[in-house]
């Protein structure tokens, strides 16, 4: 992995983003093999129960960021900024923050699982302790970010995750897998990494106080404006979980856990396109830059359609495989999930024109649409349905926002039913784009 990110570096931009890339496959492949000994050890029920004790710190700590990383990597950007005193300031906002959702959650994690045993509601309570380093985990990356240091961004991210395969294979050594010992598992190794991070960033600015309340003031009015954005983000990641936590049994947010995170293969892939085939559009005309959109639109689209085909002929196979044939009753949700993965995706990528012209607010209304929706959904149709009701809910709230996206580009920027379509010319444009960077590659290799 770290000889793979070096030979990244001499790419440029674009070797930052293909760090990113192999930093994302490496993790998905991580979290499979986390998933695949929870799954197996635990059960469907075991495995619910873990879900619904580790899954609050970082819901609640997400919930409360106020657009403060999007904030710091705005304004740390900004040559004439005050770095250390901007980084300061986001410490202590977000240990503030950390603690709110430590309040918080010890009032409305014990009333949401009720139905859990008195033990998996006392650890969940405890674990909010962790919101403060979810919280510092976010301003270190956007410090990373702003900084420009990918190699330790990526480090951080993937780093706790094969911390938590090495504990976990411990535990398995040891005959101590449990849903208790594994959620441990899960939420130590973040500790170390935040606090590693934190000590070393604070030691480049000499943990620099000045106009520290001016630099918070200026991170607040950015971060406010972008908090709608990152609150339905967060929110659509993790509803659909919290109503399963509270409607459902722990064996039923099992089955529903690992279908998830399953079907999250395709949402990886559906990155990599973007991130390797769609370059820095901000810069561009309005025009070129919408082009440049559905350019990647259409080739990310055949090749989601082929791979997600492909995943969908295979999923009872894989499921059972890879989690063993408790998780079969997981099959039909896992095929649902994968539909929905790939039309979240695509919708995405659409919505990467709107801001590349400066339309963010467009973008912040259509998720919070598409929460909205999917809360509605999500309670008329888990009752009756289950945990397909779930993944029915989140493909429809989907499929709507793609709809959107569609009449918004079609009547308000006119664009052209034969922009959707796929055409001969944006193989041609692949092929070549790949040619030329190998080549280019090859040259600056020799």
């Given at each position: 992995m770290v000889n793979l990110i070096k030979q990244t570096k001499r790419f440029g931009s674009l070797g930052n983003?293909?760090?990113?890339?192999?930093?994302?496959?490496?993790?998905?492949?991580?979290?499979?093999?986390?998933?695949?000994i929870i799954a197996r050890f635990l059960g469907p029920e075991g495995r619910g129960e873990q879900a619904a004790m580790i899954m609050?710190?970082?819901?609640?700590?997400?919930?409360?960021?106020?657009?403060?990383?999007?904030?710091?990597?705005?304004?740390?950007?900004?040559?004439?900024?005050?770095?250390?005193?901007?980084?300061?300031?986001?410490?202590?906002?977000?240990?503030?923050?950390?603690?709110?959702?430590?309040?918080?959650?010890?009032?409305?994690v014990p009333f949401w699982l009720e139905g859990y045993s008195s033990e998996v509601i006392q650890f969940a309570t405890w674990a909010l302790i962790m919101s403060p380093i979810a919280m510092l985990g976010t301003i270190n990356t956007a410090a990373l970010q702003a900084r420009g240091e990918y190699h330790l961004f990526n480090f951080m991210r993937y780093i706790p995750v094969l911390s938590t395969l090495v504990l976990l294979c411990g535990l398995v050594i040891a005959g101590h897998v449990t849903p208790f010992y594994t959620s441990v598992a899960y939420l130590l190794p973040a500790i170390p990494i935040a606090l590693w991070m934190t000590i070393r960033l604070v030691s480049k600015y000499k943990m620099k106080q000045r106009r520290k309340v001016e630099s918070g003031k200026k991170l607040l009015s950015y971060g406010i404006r972008s908090y709608g954005t990152d609150v339905a983000g967060?929110?659509?990641?993790?509803?659909?979980?919290?109503?399963?936590?509270?409607?459902?049994?722990?064996?039923?947010?099992?089955?529903?856990?690992?279908?998830?995170?399953?079907?999250?293969?395709?949402?990886?892939?559906?990155?990599?396109?973007?991130?390797?085939?769609?370059?820095?559009?901000?810069?561009?005309?309005?025009s070129e830059a919408l082009k440049l959109t559905f350019k990647v639109y259409r080739i990310s689209t055949i090749i989601t359609i082929i791979v997600g085909?492909?995943?969908?002929?295979?999923?009872?196979?894989?499921?059972?495989?890879l989690y063993g044939k408790s998780f079969v009753e997981a099959i039909p949700v896992f095929r649902i999930l994968i539909f929905q993965t790939a039309v979240t995706s695509i919708s995405w990528i659409l919505s990467q024109g709107f801001m590349s012209i400066g339309k963010p607010g467009t973008v912040t209304i259509m998720r919070v649409m598409t929460l909205a929706l999917n809360v509605i959904l999500l309670n008329i149709l888990i009752p009756p349905?289950?945990?397909?009701?779930?993944?029915?809910?989140?493909?429809?709230?989907?499929?709507?926002e793609l709809i959107v996206v569609f009449i918004i580009y079609t009547t308000m920027h006119r664009v052209k039913m034969k922009e959707w379509i796929v055409s001969k010319n944006d193989v041609i444009w692949l092929i070549q784009r790949i040619r030329n960077q190998y080549k280019r590659s090859n040259q600056q290799s020799m």
């Amino acid at each position: 992995m770290v000889n793979l990110i070096k030979q990244t570096k001499r790419f440029g931009s674009l070797g930052n983003v293909l760090q990113i890339f192999a930093s994302n496959v490496f993790i998905l492949g991580l979290n499979v093999l986390t998933g695949i000994i929870i799954a197996r050890f635990l059960g469907p029920e075991g495995r619910g129960e873990q879900a619904a004790m580790i899954m609050w710190p970082r819901f609640l700590a997400y919930c409360l960021t106020l657009g403060i990383p999007a904030s710091l990597v705005y304004y740390m950007k900004k040559k004439d900024e005050d770095q250390g005193s901007l980084y300061v300031a986001s410490l202590y906002m977000s240990q503030i923050l950390g603690c709110v959702a430590i309040a918080i959650g010890f009032i409305f994690v014990p009333f949401w699982l009720e139905g859990y045993s008195s033990e998996v509601i006392q650890f969940a309570t405890w674990a909010l302790i962790m919101s403060p380093i979810a919280m510092l985990g976010t301003i270190n990356t956007a410090a990373l970010q702003a900084r420009g240091e990918y190699h330790l961004f990526n480090f951080m991210r993937y780093i706790p995750v094969l911390s938590t395969l090495v504990l976990l294979c411990g535990l398995v050594i040891a005959g101590h897998v449990t849903p208790f010992y594994t959620s441990v598992a899960y939420l130590l190794p973040a500790i170390p990494i935040a606090l590693w991070m934190t000590i070393r960033l604070v030691s480049k600015y000499k943990m620099k106080q000045r106009r520290k309340v001016e630099s918070g003031k200026k991170l607040l009015s950015y971060g406010i404006r972008s908090y709608g954005t990152d609150v339905a983000g967060t929110f659509s990641g993790y509803i659909d979980q919290i109503l399963v936590v509270g409607l459902l049994s722990p064996s039923s947010l099992g089955l529903y856990v690992v279908s998830l995170n399953l079907s999250k293969m395709l949402n990886t892939i559906q990155n990599a396109i973007t991130l390797v085939l769609f370059p820095k559009a901000a810069g561009l005309e309005q025009s070129e830059a919408l082009k440049l959109t559905f350019k990647v639109y259409r080739i990310s689209t055949i090749i989601t359609i082929i791979v997600g085909a492909g995943i969908f002929l295979v999923a009872p196979y894989l499921l059972i495989i890879l989690y063993g044939k408790s998780f079969v009753e997981a099959i039909p949700v896992f095929r649902i999930l994968i539909f929905q993965t790939a039309v979240t995706s695509i919708s995405w990528i659409l919505s990467q024109g709107f801001m590349s012209i400066g339309k963010p607010g467009t973008v912040t209304i259509m998720r919070v649409m598409t929460l909205a929706l999917n809360v509605i959904l999500l309670n008329i149709l888990i009752p009756p349905l289950g945990i397909e009701g779930a993944a029915i809910s989140l493909l429809t709230a989907s499929i709507m926002e793609l709809i959107v996206v569609f009449i918004i580009y079609t009547t308000m920027h006119r664009v052209k039913m034969k922009e959707w379509i796929v055409s001969k010319n944006d193989v041609i444009w692949l092929i070549q784009r790949i040619r030329n960077q190998y080549k280019r590659s090859n040259q600056q290799s020799m």
